[in-house]
């Protein structure tokens, strides 16, 4: 490249770039603040969904106490002795695995021979539910019992590590209150349903949550912990503990919002870390249930954010100087492009095109000349090379006739050989048997004419062979018939009209092959009556059953050859099986490829099984080796009803 082509690119590339990359900068700029903001938006309504969530979760389980006590509360209204207490208070905490305990207290007047105090108290302990008969325990001043005795249910402050009547537990709970009411509406005493807060929170805990640090705190009115991680604040510390007014005043307005049951979301310094707080007020109560999320996790996607639009922009300036410098280059590349393919032309490399010029300049005429002049060039050089792949394309559709005329030249000799074999051997007999004829015939004149019953014997075997060589020449002559064009047309032109009795037609082939078989076995076993007929044509199924059964006799030791009729839904099945060799899968081909047999040695010209196979297409079935037979061969003819 000359010096001057150098400077043009350094200005062109210079001034592309001063341009591209403030706007690049600041559209990065612009998405990334727009960014920030959703994913904080984004935070945010994932917090609150799962803050929403989790306070389903929390109504569900006070929910599930609620609808146990109230369920149950008519039962204790109608029953208010003190063994249908105990057995009731049972049966509801059997009912409810959240209830920790249950209490029945009842005012003086209802169970006088207790005394003035009576109360039933049920605690679940481990797996088991054990229910005491308090009757010194002084319940009418505790704080559950007045509650209820307003009238209404309501939930209570929770209280714990305490001893009240018999039994003393050191767990915090909280109870769901509601008085029993007699028949004339007079309050008869106060159900007590406690639950434990540390059941609760692991029931709120055990939900996967997407901040690995996120945790609940559930405050009271004053802004006592009744739910925390940190064990040393439940029901000792307030969110106001520890608390300096002037250093943590977001602590201080956050805990004031939690103590009014308000609901919102805020930011806070938590332990050292700055957090996102959701909360809302939990409903039937005084309590506030809250998020706390450190921000840093909610705004990972934001951190990470910065650190790809960083990336992004070292990627971009990279991108801008790469694709700057290659639209220069394409700029300046056609002078030098001219003379590189002129180079590579004049050194023998034909294949370089030379593009056309826009330019009106004497530089772009030459080059559009020496374009027009290679285009000439490569015409010729096209028409060359069509000439070259016609005389290719010639020579190979000759070498393909050739092919064919030496294969059909081939198969026409083995034909021949097949046919001379097959008629050959009929033909020596006959000719065998006309000697003998001829030599019996000649003794008769010169000896005197006596009966002689080896003769007549002779005489009878001579005229079965002669028979059964006929039929089977009659066969061949039929079959060849059938394979040529002619017999494929008339097979065509068939016509399905004849009345066919199935089992008379498998009886008749059977006794035509028996006649000229003498010594064959062949059973006949069917499924269908005599009465059951076919449209057919009884030419061609005549043809295909006899030909399976002379198949399987030629085939087999001819004792163990069985012909069945077989009745199903759609099709009558004609099945002829053989205890010979049998057919492998790879010579499944023999059912429709003419002229091809197992052993070219063995008597037959391979028509037999392909003509089946066409004649049962024709009367609209077909014909399937079942390979699924091993003890030799068995044809199904599939012919429908």
């Not at 990279?318 to 002078?335: A, E, G, N, Y």
């Amino acid at each position: 490249m000359s010096k001057t082509s150098k400077k043009l690119s350094r200005r062109l590339s210079l001034g592309i770039t001063l341009l591209a990359v403030p706007i690049f900068i600041g559209t990065l700029g612009i998405l990334f603040l727009q960014s920030r903001r959703l994913i904080r938006l984004e935070a945010m309504e994932r917090t609150n969904s799962i803050l929403n969530k989790t306070m389903l979760d929390v109504r569900h389980f006070m929910n599930s106490i609620e609808v146990s006590t109230d369920a149950n509360a008519w039962l204790l209204e109608e029953n208010l002795t003190s063994d249908s207490i105990e057995s009731i208070s049972r049966r509801i905490m059997k009912m409810n695995p959240n209830i920790l305990s249950f209490s029945v207290s009842t005012e003086p007047e209802v169970l006088p021979q207790f005394g003035p105090h009576f109360s039933v108290y049920t605690v679940r302990d481990a797996n088991t539910i054990n229910s005491y008969r308090e009757t010194e325990y002084a319940y009418y001043d505790k704080l559950w019992y007045k509650t209820a005795l307003k009238g209404e249910p309501c939930w209570v402050e929770p209280f714990g590590e305490h001893t009240e009547g018999t039994i003393d537990y050191h767990e915090a709970v909280a109870s769901y209150c509601r008085p029993l009411h007699t028949a004339d509406g007079k309050i008869a005493g106060v159900i007590s349903a406690d639950f434990s807060f540390s059941l609760l929170a692991k029931a709120i805990n055990e939900a996967e949550h997407p901040y690995p640090d996120m945790y609940f705190i559930l405050v009271g009115k004053d802004g006592r912990f009744f739910i925390h991680p940190d064990d040393t604040k439940l029901f000792r510390k307030t969110i106001f503990s520890d608390t300096d007014p002037h250093e943590n005043t977001d602590i201080i307005a956050l805990g004031h919002e939690l103590a009014n049951g308000k609901q919102g979301t805020r930011h806070a310094t938590i332990d050292g870390q700055f957090c996102h707080v959701s909360f809302r007020p939990v409903p039937g109560t005084d309590w506030s249930l809250a998020l706390v999320c450190p921000d840093s996790e909610i705004l990972t996607d934001y951190n990470l954010l910065a650190y790809v639009v960083g990336l992004i922009i070292i990627i971009g300036l990279m991108l801008i100087l790469w694709l700057t410098q290659k639209v220069v280059r394409q700029t300046t590349s056609p002078v030098i492009n001219l003379l590189n393919i002129t180079q590579q032309i004049t050194e023998g490399n034909y294949d370089e095109t030379i593009p056309y010029s826009n330019e009106p300049d004497t530089f772009g005429k030459l080059q559009n000349s020496f374009a027009k002049m290679q285009e000439s060039l490569h015409e010729h050089m096209r028409d060359i090379e069509e000439t070259t792949k016609q005389l290719r394309l010639h020579n190979r559709k000759q070498e393909d006739a050739i092919d064919q005329v030496e294969s059909a030249a081939k198969e026409k000799e083995s034909f021949i050989r097949h046919i001379s074999h097959q008629v050959r051997t009929p033909l020596n007999i006959i000719m065998g048997y006309a000697s003998v004829i001829y030599e019996s015939v000649k003794a008769r004149h010169t000896e005197p004419e006596t009966p002689n019953q080896f003769e007549e014997d002779n005489l009878n075997e001579i005229r079965a062979a002669l028979l059964n060589n006929a039929v089977i020449l009659k066969r061949m002559v039929l079959m060849l018939y059938d394979s040529s064009e002619s017999g494929a047309s008339a097979e065509k032109k068939c016509k399905r009209t004849s009345e066919i009795s199935c089992n008379q037609i498998a009886r008749e082939s059977i006794s035509y092959v028996k006649v000229h078989n003498p010594g064959v076995r062949i059973r006949f076993e069917t499924t269908v009556s005599d009465s059951v007929f076919i449209l057919t044509n009884q030419v061609y199924l005549t043809r295909t059953i006899r030909e399976l059964i002379y198949n399987a006799v030629k085939h087999s030791d001819k004792k163990h050859i069985q012909m069945r009729v077989v009745d199903t839904q759609e099709q009558m099945l004609f099945i002829v099986e053989d205890t010979g060799p049998g057919l492998s899968k790879d010579a499944v081909q023999m059912i429709e490829k003419p002229f091809t047999k197992m052993n070219e040695e063995s008597e037959g010209l391979g028509l037999g099984l392909p003509l089946c196979k066409r004649h049962a297409m024709t009367l609209g079935g077909d014909l399937v080796l079942d390979t699924s037979y091993t003890d030799g061969c068995r044809f199904i003819l599939e012919l429908p009803k």
